[in-house]
């Protein structure tokens, strides 16, 4: 299989840590160009990459099949349908759009040009993650009723950059919350409905900085929660099904050591501390470790080469994205109004 060209744009946290890194390293993708007006940074981290100044003229390179947005939420649909009218494949950083209506134009529009549309959701590929939906997939827990996942950290100070400012798609809910939404609705599919807190906590915040959100399943509910002052977190997941409990702290260190420089593929990439393995304790009792399955971000875009070279399906689809925007949308909803809405 001929790697497919591909010119990634942005090159802030996400692009420059998650994306390059990774399809530099997927089988089948060759980072080709990069556009940032970060020429310095780009020559010395991909000197093999042609650097762009402008996005749309890395669209308009006609070496280029595969098109990846890293840019700041905002820009994600403008950006996105111009690669796709210029015949392009697209892969989005999540949050896909920062509304419904903008997603289902684009997978309307990526259908109208035959071309690949998918979303980096690459928190699927986690340790924790894989572990946890093994888990639930095998009936190991039974019937689950209760899901609940964390994704706290304690950065008490405002950080610099977009995401802490009052721009569309900044805050809390649509970085990481598209994370936590995007496993549940992996796991559990749409719910019947959400209730939703989100706020600011600390005195300077411009966006919100917390949330939890309540998924109604039916008999069954999914939590999800994300703080910024949590110094001392609890566990990342907690499962319970009628046939047992599952617990695990901890989380996925590939983000860390993607900002350390660290290259996947090396020895132990993706690989979990012993110490935090995960406990599952049956109907009658009795407890055992779980070994957490290997993470591999990677394999995000090893299935988006495959699902444009080989027609496989696509790791994540559009419409499983739009779903997600979907979820936040009602929470913000819920959140402003108070109440409880209904998907």
Known sequence: MQPIPTGLIGYGTAGAFFHAPLIAA??????????SRRAEQIARDFPEATAYEHPHDLIADPSLELIVIASP???????ARAALEAGKHVVVDKPFTLNAAEADALIGLADRVDRRLSV???RRWDNDFLTV???VDDGRLGEVVYFEAHFDRFRPEIKQGWRETEVAGSGLLYDLGAHLIDQALVLFGLPQAITADVTRQRAAAKVDDYFH???DYGHRRAV???SVMVRDPGPRYLVHGDGGSFVKYGIDGQEAALREGRRPGGANWGEDEPASFGRFTDADGSTTVIDTLPGRYTAYYEGVAAAIRQGATLPVAAREARDVIRVIEAAQLSARERRTVSL
């Open 133 to 135: 939906r093994r888990l």
């Open 213 to 215: 959100l309540v998924l």
């Open 120 to 122: 980096f959701q690459n």
């Open 73 to 79: 939420n905002e820009s994600h649909a403008p950006l």
């Open 26 to 35: 997927a089988e089948g993708l060759r980072l080709a160009a990069i556009g």
């Open 224 to 226: 999800l929660h994300a």
